[in-house]
């Protein structure tokens, strides 16, 4: 049997969430907490958390500079119905720094990658714009209101556009994966670049290439296009550059052996992703 060499101790503030408690089994002390109790603690002990939900103890760990791991869906290999690959990022939501040195090998892992998510060059299709709206928890994270966002965004478009614009909401998962995934739509209704806050649509837009337009951070942010102004003439990077970029996501996705196993958070480390 493999034994992996553990960390020493870390807080959570749901230790019944069962992604919560695979990361957490790398570490020999694992210590409930919440962030009525996270405020007036003076140590240096991470904190590991999953979900937006979250942002009360996110703040507190920012004021406090303490580590945390936020975990949330992968960025990759999920467009089926059971979710197999998980995100960790070090101190914030999203992983917001690429790296374009790095190999493929993790990429070549998830299952079917090079024939389903690998990029291919950009589609350039003359479609309508999707608007891939957020839902609720990144709404009251970043303290905005759907609707409003909803309504600023398509008068937005409408100033620089008369293309047919397709309202896309988040629903259940079933109504996101297979052949309701929004790949699937991008190519099937020919789709001529995606608008988003900070959804995970952007980075399978680019992924599947079609250009996106991202109005908050997020993993495809270097790739995007900044404003609603250039819809008509998206930002489409060097295609070498999103190969890369694919592989540096793959080294932010993990499944739950890789949480499990301590190897999630070593890779995060030896690669110094954030």
């Not at 603690?41 to 991470?46: A, F, G, L, R, V």
């Not at 970043?142 to 478009?157: G, K, S």
């Not at 550059?241 to 996501?249: E, S, T």
Request: contains cysteine.
């Amino acid at each position: 049997m493999v034994t992996f060499k553990k960390r020493d101790k870390c807080f959570v503030t749901d230790p019944n969430d069962m992604i919560v408690q695979c990361l957490t089994e790398s570490y020999t002390h694992v210590v409930p907490t919440g962030h009525k109790t996270l405020k007036d603690d003076i140590s240096k002990t991470p904190l590991v958390i999953r979900g937006m939900t979250e942002r009360k103890s996110i703040r507190i760990c920012e004021k406090q500079k303490r580590d945390y791991y936020y975990i949330d869906t992968g960025y990759m290999g999920n467009l089926h119905k059971r979710k197999d690959y998980h995100r960790v990022v070090k101190n914030n939501v999203q992983n917001m720094k690429p790296r374009y040195d790095l190999p493929d090998d993790r990429f070549r892992d998830i299952p079917q990658s090079m024939s389903s998510i690998r990029f291919r060059g950009w589609r350039r299709m003359n479609g309508p714009i999707l608007v891939v709206t957020p839902s609720a928890k990144p709404c009251n994270f970043y303290n905005i209101d759907r609707d409003t966002w909803v309504d600023e965004t398509l008068a937005e478009i409408k100033k620089y556009t008369d293309r047919e614009i397709i309202v896309r909401d988040k629903g259940l998962r079933r109504e996101r994966v297979g052949e309701f995934s929004v790949p699937m739509q991008l190519v099937n209704e020919q789709i001529h670049c995606v608008v988003t806050y900070n959804s995970i649509a952007a980075t399978e837009a680019i992924s599947t290439g079609v250009p996106a337009v991202a109005l908050a951070p997020g993993a495809a942010d270097e790739l995007c296009t900044k404003t609603i102004a250039e819809i008509e003439s998206p930002y489409y990077p060097e295609e070498e550059k999103v190969l890369q970029w694919q592989n540096w996501l793959a080294y932010c996705n993990y499944t739950t052996t890789e949480l499990r196993n301590n190897r999630a958070l070593d890779i995060i480390e030896e690669y110094g992703l954030c």
